[in-house]
């Protein structure tokens, strides 16, 4: 249920209905009308699919969702600037096309991970919980290959990689959720290994059914499920699959330009008075901010 958000420590002006990353995020509706929600709290999502199929409002759905979750912090990597560009004052940290402040962002996330798990450790939980000191944090990325393969040389590139796969394979239970996008669903982008930790999967149209299994796993294809038989035109339709499951068409909701700057000035708004709220009411953040490490020597 929404929650009425106070401008003041007092709590004396509510500003609005806020979220929860805890509450299933509603992305659009099946082929039979229903309604359909992901849960993203303790999962992942990959997102891919050929330029056009409809992969960005799908992401820019889900940022918005985070961004109206004041029990959430936002983490930004947009090769493009403009993707996610909207979002950036929602968010702890915006990195644009620079591989150095992408390595570096993942690996005070990494440090991060690790402070979490030392803490959960010593007072014996095995995962993050509401009432727990730390916020969950949403890594949106847009575009892996701009970070992966084409910006910097091979050994920045493995090392992206390297950190962003970390992350994903081990950030769940300490609130870290990996959203993660291509326009490039190739097994040099997407290695098996690092699909197979998504949770949630989803491929827009696709020019091939190898491109389309790359996304939601190796036989759906031969199975009939491939995202290569959705029309060029069905812009937001997709297969939406999740770890265990079967696969499902989806139609994801739409956000305009004007609605995605709309909800991020509101949501922006309310992270703002949120802000000096838990600074007068809560401890800080054991694990650490979500900040940029000085370049490595």
Not at 50 to 65: D, F, I, Q, R
Not at 205 to 227: F, P, Y
Not at 253 to 262: N, Q
């Amino acid at each position: 249920m929404p929650t009425l958000i106070a401008s003041t420590p007092g709590g004396d002006m509510p500003l609005g209905p806020a979220l929860s990353i805890y509450d299933p995020v509603f992305i659009g509706i099946d082929e039979f009308g229903h309604r359909v929600t992901v849960p993203l709290i303790y999962r992942n999502m990959l997102i891919g699919g050929e330029p056009g199929a409809g992969k960005s409002a799908l992401l820019n759905l889900l940022v918005a969702h985070a961004a109206l979750s004041l029990d959430a912090r936002l983490c930004l990597l947009d090769g493009k600037r403009v993707e996610l560009g909207q979002w950036r004052r929602c968010a702890d940290v915006f990195v644009g096309p620079d591989q150095g402040h992408a390595i570096r962002t993942l690996q005070r996330l990494q440090t991060m991970m690790d402070n979490r798990y030392a803490f959960l450790e010593w007072f014996g939980h095995r995962k993050v919980a509401p009432d727990h000191e730390f916020s969950p944090v949403v890594v949106a990325v847009d575009e892996i290959a701009y970070f992966s393969a084409t910006a910097g040389d091979k050994k920045t590139q493995e090392q992206f990689s390297a950190l962003l796969r970390d992350l994903v394979a081990r950030g769940r239970a300490v609130g870290i959720i990996v959203i993660a996008a291509t326009q490039r669903p190739s097994s040099d982008i997407i290695p098996t290994s690092l699909r197979d930790l998504f949770a949630w999967r989803f491929a827009g149209r696709c020019t091939t059914d190898v491109s389309s299994d790359i996304v939601l796993g190796h036989g759906w294809a031969n199975r009939g499920w491939s995202a290569n038989t959705i029309s060029p035109n069905n812009q937001g339709a997709g297969l939406l699959i999740a770890e265990g499951g079967m696969p499902q068409l989806v139609k994801t909701a739409y956000l305009a330009d004007a609605d995605c700057a709309r909800i991020a000035a509101y949501a922006a708004t309310l992270r703002t008075a949120a802000t000096r709220t838990r600074r007068t009411t809560r401890p800080a953040d054991p694990s650490g901010p979500v900040a940029d490490l000085p370049a490595a020597a």
